[in-house]
T-cell receptor, first 112, second 114 residues
Framework: DSGVTQTPKHLITATGQRVTLRCSPR?????VYWYQQSLDQGLQFLIQ???????AKGNILERFSAQQFPDLHSELNLSSLELGDSALYFC???????????FGEGSRLTVL | GENVEQHPSTLSVQEGDSAVIKCTYS??????FPWYKQELGKRPQLIID?????GEKKDQRIAVTLNKTAKHFSLHITETQPEDSAVYFC?????????????FGTGTRLKVLA
């Protein structure tokens, strides 16, 4: 158990819909990272927050947005969903700086 | 832009043989290089890491080497076992805009044949 909690674990929805994925980081961790992993693909960096502020953006689509709340949990919002958005979405956290990223179990999104 | 290339994409070895996975990074500011193992359907987990002020690090059957000049780093697994079968990801980390960013390679699917 990494201490990072992601909900929901599985989500099936239709094209054009909107979903919200939630991440609770390890206790004390200030940094939250979101990654997308499509089938048999690598980990694509989406976005990073540190203590409530957006700090880095990767290949995140305009249809996607995220935020980190004062209690440090983070949400990733995916809208106008397309079939190609089907993937495993991982959240990872750490205190800050260089070192081990602790990954959650992921949220598997299936868009039909 | 920032990029980490990882090779090979798949690797099959006989049990007991060694496995080597190689990565190349593009950002010279990268100073932290972790390796993650992801078993089927599970989350990535750190197996070993190395910082830019070190050339080599070993932990039992696993070792990582870093060549900063060439921007290469490699994972070496000796005496492979069936439980080593998984997808392995390298990553390169660097500070940017007051934060720390990690870029992952595309992964290597390792199969250890019994």
């Amino acid at each position: 158990d990494s201490g990072v909690t992601q909900t929901p674990k599985h989500l099936i929805t239709a094209t054009g819909q909107r979903v919200t994925l939630r991440c609770s980081p390890r206790s004390g961790d200030l940094s939250v990272y979101w990654y997308q992993q499509s089938l048999d693909q690598g980990l694509q960096f989406l976005i990073q927050y540190y203590n409530g502020e957006e700090r880095a953006k990767g290949n995140i689509l305009e249809r996607f947005s995220a935020q980190q709340f004062p209690d440090l949990h983070s949400e990733l919002n995916l809208s106008s969903l397309e079939l190609g958005d089907s993937a495993l979405y991982f959240c990872a956290s750490r205190l800050g700086g260089a070192g081990e990223l602790f990954f959650g179990e992921g949220s598997r999104l299936t868009v039909l | 832009g920032e990029n980490v290339e990882q090779h090979p994409s798949t690797l099959s070895v006989q049990e007991g043989d060694s496995a080597v996975i190689k990565c190349t990074y593009s950002d010279s500011a990268s100073n932290y290089f972790p390796w993650y193992k992801q078993e089927l359907g599970k989350r990535p987990q750190l197996i070993i890491d190395i910082r830019s002020n070190v050339g080599e690090k070993k932990d039992q059957r696993i070792a990582v080497t870093l060549n900063k000049t060439a921007k290469h780093f490699s994972l070496h697994i000796t005496e492979t076992q069936p439980e080593d079968s998984a997808v392995y990801f390298c990553a390169a980390g660097h500070s940017t805009s007051g934060t720390y960013k990690y870029i992952f390679g595309t992964g290597t699917r390792l199969k250890v044949l019994a």
